[in-house]
């Protein structure tokens, strides 16, 4: 499954499906908490989940492999959407490097596209795994703790330097969660394209002055580049208690009850 419409029309691997980021991994629209703030990066129901398996054509058994063309974001960001509603974990997978480490091994693509055939009976997706994915009340609750004298830093911001600073606001607030420690994503992809192996990434955050075992959550602007770290420290360096905070500072930054720091 390609995730940029634009690469995909020109080139794609063969068989492959294109998924639309904002249209079946994160949908607009508006929460109570957040006002009348437009948000592009919802987390889908479980039923719109669903209901995009069976647009996609996974039938039950199907093995999903995502990918996209740059540095993985976008493909981990349906990979946590599947774990988080429960799609078996052995049947869905990341290409690695997408495309980029594709093309590097020269491997065949085609610009046809593949249009899938809906199916009436899929995966059986269960209530979402609460352990994977963090809430504003856990994140406060964790930044009160990191913003003590010696607390620990629980909470790690991926976004940009100036996102981090403040300087570059992309919600009715700019700034940072109090007591977060700032890491770019991009930090956990090496050149080729490829994620840091598990040991890299304990290593990154040792070298940031974090002590791994603290972190509880990773945020961005809509989740998606947490998703990354979420991924490269979860699923890899076997951190098991990091839950990516999907609502991220599109909520956070958008909620006059909660704390921004710059």
């Known amino acids: 499954m390609a995730l940029d419409r634009t690469i995909y029309d020109r080139e794609h691997l063969p068989g492959a499906i294109f998924v639309d980021l904002h249209v079946d991994l994160a949908k607009p629209g508006a929460r109570a908490e957040t006002g009348n703030a437009k948000r592009q990066y919802l987390v889908p129901t479980q039923q719109e ?3 995009s398996l069976a647009a996609w054509g996974v039938a039950r058994g199907t093995r ?6 740059g540095n993985n974001r976008q493909a981990i960001r349906g990979y946590w959407l599947m774990r988080l509603y429960g799609f078996p974990r052995d049947r869905v997978h990341l290409l690695d490097g997408g495309l980029k480490v594709w093309l590097a091994e020269e491997r065949p693509t085609t610009p046809e596209a593949a249009t899938p055939t809906r199916v009436a009976a899929t995966e059986r997706l269960h209530e979402r795994d609460e352990s994977l994915i963090a809430t504003a ?7 009160n703790a990191a913003s003590a004298p010696g607390g620990p830093t629980s909470i790690l911001d991926v976004r940009t330097v100036d996102e981090f600073l403040g300087t570059d606001v992309r919600a009715a607030r700019g700034g940072r969660i109090p007591g977060a420690k700032q890491r770019l994503f991009t930090d956990f992809v090496a050149p ?5 192996t598990g040991a890299e990434a ?3 955050l040792q070298g940031t002055g974090v002590n791994p075992e603290e972190v509880r959550a990773t ?9 990354l770290a979420w991924f490269v420290l ?3 360096a076997g951190l098991d208690e990091v ?4 609502e991220s500072f599109e909520e956070w930054g958008n909620r006059p009850d909660l704390p921004v720091e710059k």
């Open 49 to 51: 989940v669903a209901d």
């Open 64 to 69: 999903i492999v995502f990918y996209d063309d």
């Open 137 to 143: 009340d856990q994140v406060l609750t964790w930044s």
């Open 192 to 196: 080729d394209g490829r994620l840091r």
């Open 202 to 204: 304990l290593a990154i």
């Open 219 to 227: 945020y961005c602007q809509g989740g998606v580049r947490a998703a």
């Open 234 to 236: 979860h699923e890899l």
């Open 243 to 246: 839950r990516n905070y999907a």
